[in-house]
Structure formats: C-alpha cells, structure tokens
C-alpha cells in the first residue's frame, strides 16, 4: 500500500474524492500538506438539497485550507479546491462541502472535535498554547458548538430551578444564572440581579419547549428582587432559599455576635476573644490540635460567641438529614 493510499483510508475520503498530493515542509515550524481533489463520479452522485434535482460541474472554488490533527509533531493542513455545481433544475449554484470541514471556517471536524475535549478540562489560552491557534479561533470555536447545542437544548422536563449571580467582570457587573437543579444543568444565563432576570428567564422558556408554569420549586438566596421576580413568573412554585446563602448569613451571625461580645469583654480587660475569629469561622475538624484546644477553653468559659458557634454547628447537622418531616421539625425547633 502506498502513502497516499493509506493516509486516504485514514481520512476516509471514500470514493467521492482521493488524496493528490502529499507533502512535507521542513522548517522551524514544520507542516505536512495534504492536498484531496474531488473525482469526477462525485457530480454523478450528488443532488440538490434544495429540490434534490440532478447537477453538473460548474468550476472549482479556490484552494482552501484546514487545521487537521497534527501528524506526530508536525502541524498537518489539508489543501483542496472544492468543486462548484449547478443544477439542472432550479439553476443555483453551490459549493459542494467536504465531509472532513467543520463548523468554523479553517478547522477540520476532528481538529475541532479534540480541541473541544481540551476546552471542557482547561482555560482557553491554555489550549491555544497547546494546539498553537489564536485564542480568539477557540472562542469562536467555542461559542458556535455550545450556541447549537443550546438551540437543540429541551426543557420540558425542568421542575426544580435554582437562580444565583455570579461577578462577570470587576465592579458591579453581575450574570444571573438559572440551573436545573435535577439535571445539573445551566439553563440560562442573563446580565443583572434585579426582577427583571426572571422575566428574560420566563421568555426564554417557550423556546425549549417549556413554560414558567411547570416549574414546581425554585431556589434562590435572600434577595428581595429574586423573590420579587421568582413569586411573579413562577406564581406556583414553592420558594426555597439555598443551603449556601442560609449559612453564610448565619456564619455572618456569629461573626457579629464575636466581635460584640469582644468589644464588651475588652472593655472589661478581658481578652479572652482576641485572635479568635477564624475558630469560630471554621468546623471543628478543619482545626488544628492547638485551635481545638483554644476553641474547647473558649467554649467552657460561658461566652455567648460559643452558644452562637454551636447553634451553626446544630443547623449544619439538621441540613444533613434525610426526612423532609424530621428537618422540619428540627428546623423548627432550633428556630425557637
């Protein structure tokens, strides 16, 4: 078997077309050149998408190139002329695709199906360093895969939304990001914190098949617009703060029933709280053996921090539970 045979089977360029020309060019930035023109039985087999009428050549587009996968260390492109044909019946004339092009303009499908792989696990300048392209290619890469599959996403299914902003740059510039909380996926994404997210949300809805009125819970932090939009849109859906934003408000609890209780003792020449901040901000099992022993001194000193501590402590622990109706009755309970 010859090279070109084989490198044609590798590609599987099947009839349609065939490798013409293979070559390599040395250098510092070594490439590989693998040239495919069409056959002459392709024109034979190939129909009109648009009325499937029957077509003839009509000349052939100048040479393109693509990014393929790199043989061994060698950058590999792929070079061909692709042919144009007119139909016989609706007279237009198109450009006939090769079956190794991708979405953007310049990859092949396999280059971009392996830099996709690169892109779900790491930065995108990390992958331009390693493919050796323009980051801004990647991103264009990127964005056109993850636009069709959002087109083709199906939301008839969602019940359970979570909602929460996330910092898109520095200063105040927030996304609102919507997820479904079953199926661990993002759903929607939209600039802002205010009311008005959930109605962009609710909009977007019927494009995926889906309506604001199914949804059955959402989960959102204490953010009177969120209530606002969500009690609006999804009228419903019972409203549950997340795990996360209830305690860090209790967290932020403790912190001020320290630093109360501090300034107080202080006062006295006490200073029993003094250093004592990241105790009381950590679990027990984060500590290390001298803060364990500061934290239990601390706790049987009667301070009312202590009573703060153990009381977040109590609510992590009914967070564990698995009964909807025994976390309630707990919920209660630690609430009196």
Known sequence: MSIESLFHDLLGLGTDWRLKE?????????????????TAGLCERYKCPDDGGSV???????????RHLN???????????????KCEQCGKVRTVQGPWEGKIKGFTLLFEAFALTLLREMPVNAVA????????????????YVNEAYQEADFRSVRVVGCDELSARKGHNYL???ADLEAKRVLYATE???????????????????????????????????????????PDAVVVFDHFHVMQNVGKAVDEVRRREHQSLSRKGDKSLKESMWLFRNNPE???????????????????????????????????????????????????
């Not at 003839?56 to 693509?66: L, Q, S």
């Open 22 to 38: 293979l070559a390599h060019l040395p250098g510092a930035h070594s490439e590989v050149h693998i040239v495919i023109e069409a």
């Open 56 to 66: 003839r050549h009509y000349d052939d587009a100048p040479v393109r190139k693509w």
């Open 71 to 85: 043989i061994f260390q060698h950058e590999c492109y792929l070079e061909c002329r692709l042919p144009r044909v």
């Open 129 to 144: 360093r390693i493919v050796g392209e323009y980051d801004t290619r990647l991103w264009r890469l990127l964005k056109a």
């Open 176 to 178: 609102s990001v919507f």
């Open 192 to 234: 802002g914190k205010d009311a008005s997210t959930w109605d962009r949300f609710a909009e977007e809805l019927p494009q995926h098949g889906a309506q604001a009125k199914q949804i059955k819970c959402v989960s959102i932090d204490m953010s009177p617009a969120y209530q606002k939009g969500a009690k609006k849109k999804c």
């Open 286 to 336: 984060n500590l290390n053996p001298n803060q364990s022993a500061h934290l239990d001194q601390l706790k049987q000193a009667n301070l009312i921090t202590a009573k703060a501590y153990q009381m977040r402590l109590n609510l992590q622990d009914i967070y564990k539970l698995n009964s909807v109706e025994c976390f309630q009755r707990k919920l209660i309970q630690w609430c009196d």
